[in-house]
């Protein structure tokens, strides 16, 4: 008999399962709003400018490991990125170490706090969330609980901060700084001011996951203040987990970081220390190739200029589609209030749909998404979003 016998078949993974579907349709006029990666106004992926740049620099480097940590002058720069004005960064509390891009990133950061924090066995999550959080974290033998965070188009600001002053103290929570998977609310300012408030009174752990910084506004540094404001009003430690898989255009390559701010230098060689150990335990040393591209966009200031730009491009040309679509259902008369889709922001748009709906929509439309009704906006352009704005609201009269 086999070992194996008793384990059962595993469904698909749902959202690359999207792909696989919306690839194997052969309409030519196939929408696909699965996938959370950027498109350009021809429905392609993009390499962003600034990295065909980067690679034109890149030169000849072998095949050689980089060392546990990653690749210093990329950890350098993306640190500088992320901290640099903050008195953590000027005081050389933050630690760090390069990641396979915002999944890893988080893997190690929570298997890190493990070992780093003295309550680490609740993890809280936002409710509805990116899907991988609750699998990621209880596959490391977190505690996953979540907290309330999304009503009518909005983020539930009541709701959340009820739940938040009832967590367990001393348990991370995990945060998106900016753009919310899947629901594109993010808090204000104020909200975020009493957020934090609370998570310092009650000593909670933040986690920043951080997949999106620049999509929001098209500044990096914008879309980074909630942090800054954790470190420099609040005065707490804190991780943050950065991908650069969307913001840099680098999926597959798998680019990213974990940084924990800590309260003193020693604190932070301590866990540099064990991030390092965690890191050799279960993947020894990240990826070189995109590491050493992010590092020369960072660190090049013409390339930086442009990349610069390419963040503007890509925020502008969603924030754009939101309008379009927006306005294209106003004209038809739409059953509905639409006006999310313009007030969300980032990759994301929450349509609140139902799960009929979205299957009506691929059945008929050839309109692939995400069945919680979350639309990646980049996925539209000027050749496709009256077809689907027409498709929508077919679906939904
Ligand atoms: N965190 C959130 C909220 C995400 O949406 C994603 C990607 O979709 C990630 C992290 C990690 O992505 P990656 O591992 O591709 O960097």
């Known amino acids: 008999t086999s070992a194996f016998q008793s384990i059962d078949l595993v469904p698909p993974d749902i959202q690359f399962d999207i792909t696989r579907r919306f690839l194997a349709d052969s309409n030519n006029d196939k929408i696909n709003l699965g ?7 021809n429905g392609q992926p993009w390499v962003l400018p600034s990295v065909k740049m980067a690679k034109a620099e890149l030169g000849e480097f072998g ?20 901290y640099k004005g903050t008195r953590a960064f000027t005081e050389n509390r933050i630690a760090s170490c390069q990641s396979i891009s ?23 999550i936002t ?3 990116w899907v991988n959080h609750q699998m990621m974290f209880s596959t490391i033998g977190y505690q996953v609980k979540e907290l309330p965070y999304y009503k009518d188009g909005a983020f539930d600001f009541d709701a959340f901060t ?4 009832q967590a367990k103290p001393g348990s991370t929570v995990v945060l998106h700084t900016c753009a919310h998977n899947p629901t594109g609310c993010d808090p204000s300012k104020i909200q975020w001011k009493a957020i934090g408030s609370i998570m310092k009174e009650r000593g909670l752990f933040p986690i920043f996951d951080s997949a999106y910084l620049g999509f929001n506004s098209g500044s990096f540094h914008d879309d980074a203040w909630p942090i800054r404001y954790f470190l420099d009003e609040l005065n707490v430690e804190l991780a943050v987990c950065l991908s650069m898989a969307k913001n840099m255009g680098l999926y597959g390559d798998r680019v990213g970081l974990v940084s924990f701010a800590t309260l003193s230098q020693d604190t932070a060689q ?19 190739y995109g590491a050493r591209l992010a590092s020369i966009v960072l660190s090049t200031p013409a390339i930086r200029e442009q990349w610069q730009k390419d963040l503007l491009t890509m925020s502008g ?22 006006s999310c889709i313009i007030t969300q922001s980032g990759m994301f748009a929450f349509l609140g749909i ?16 995400v069945e919680t009704s979350r639309m990646s906006v980049a996925g539209l352009n000027e050749n496709n979003v009256q077809r689907f704005a027409k498709a929508l609201d077919e679906t939904v009269r």
């Open 63 to 82: 095949h050689e490991y980089l060392p546990i940590l990653g690749l210093k002058s990329f950890r350098d720069e993306a640190t500088r990125l992320l």
């Open 162 to 165: 009820a739940a938040l002053g």
């Open 317 to 338: 040309r969603i924030k754009s589609m939101r309008k379009r679509l927006y306005d294209e259902l106003i004209l038809l008369e739409t059953p509905g209030d639409w």
């Open 102 to 124: 915002g999944t890893g990133a988080l893997i190690l950061a929570a298997l890190s706090l493990k070992r780093l924090h003295s309550a680490p066995d609740s993890i809280y």
């Open 127 to 129: 409710s509805p969330t």
């Open 270 to 288: 301590i866990a540099e220390s064990v991030m390092q150990n965690v890191q050799r335990s279960t993947i020894t040393t990240p990826p070189a």
């Open 354 to 369: 139902s799960k009929t709906q979205i299957h009506h929509l691929e059945k008929k439309h050839h309109v692939f998404m």
């Open 35 to 41: 996938q959370g990666a950027y498109r350009d106004e």
